[in-house]
């Protein structure tokens, strides 16, 4: 099914604040990148560019909720987190570390004019912390608190090893972190087995 002038218009924002964030990013060029009619950006979204930011982030975040989702739901989470990583090296090397994440994107600037982007770009982040750790939870870690803990620190990595990448030009930061942190999760995940079975 094609897509509509606003869906698209809300990829393109999306993919601008990827490589120049929210700030660098005028309505002009998410007309002219989506292939919009001039005029458009006003008729879809009467809030302006705050709005558009926002929902480009809400849109996003349930894009990349969905590919969490299927990547860390496997009977054994690391196994899934390491697929979800690999994929994720692949996302970032496909604009050869020139566009990060556009939540990120936008959560580091200051926009006090539209305290509506800090709002989504934080109900984005919660959205995919619960996601992570709900598969944490059915992959061994009980306590509730432990899972939305260890979900934020794959998230902070997953987040901080691509800007890293981005600054370096390369993938090293981003298969370093992740071996580490695929680690790290084997033992915890592994040791909460062994507690159960050892009952």
Not at 107 to 120: C, F, G, I, M, N
Not at 171 to 178: C, D, F, I, Q, S
Request: charged share 25%; with cysteine.
């Amino acid at each position: 099914m094609p897509r509509t002038t606003r869906q698209r218009m809300l990829d393109s924002a999306a993919r601008l604040f990827r490589e120049h964030g929210y700030s660098g990013t005028g309505f002009r060029e998410v007309v002219a990148h989506s292939h919009a009619p001039r005029g458009s950006i006003y008729h879809h979204f009467p809030g302006g560019k705050a709005q558009l930011g926002a929902e480009a982030i809400a849109a996003s975040g349930e894009f990349m909720n969905g590919l969490i989702s299927r990547g860390v739901d496997s009977d054994d989470f690391v196994e899934g987190f390491e697929r979800f990583w690999r994929w994720w090296i692949k996302f970032i090397e496909a604009d050869e570390y020139r566009a990060g994440c556009p939540v990120v994107a936008i959560a580091v600037e200051s926009h006090p004019e539209a305290p509506e982007l800090a709002q989504a770009a934080a109900a984005t982040f919660s959205r995919w912390e619960h996601t992570i750790a709900l598969s944490l939870r059915n992959g061994g870690v009980e306590d509730e608190q432990e899972a939305l803990a260890i979900a934020g620190l794959i998230l902070a990595a997953v987040e901080g090893a691509t800007v890293m990448a981005r600054a370096t030009g390369g993938r090293e930061p981003l298969v370093r972190v992740g071996q580490q942190l695929a680690s790290l999760l084997r033992m915890r995940l592994d040791s909460a087995v062994g507690g159960v079975g050892g009952d």
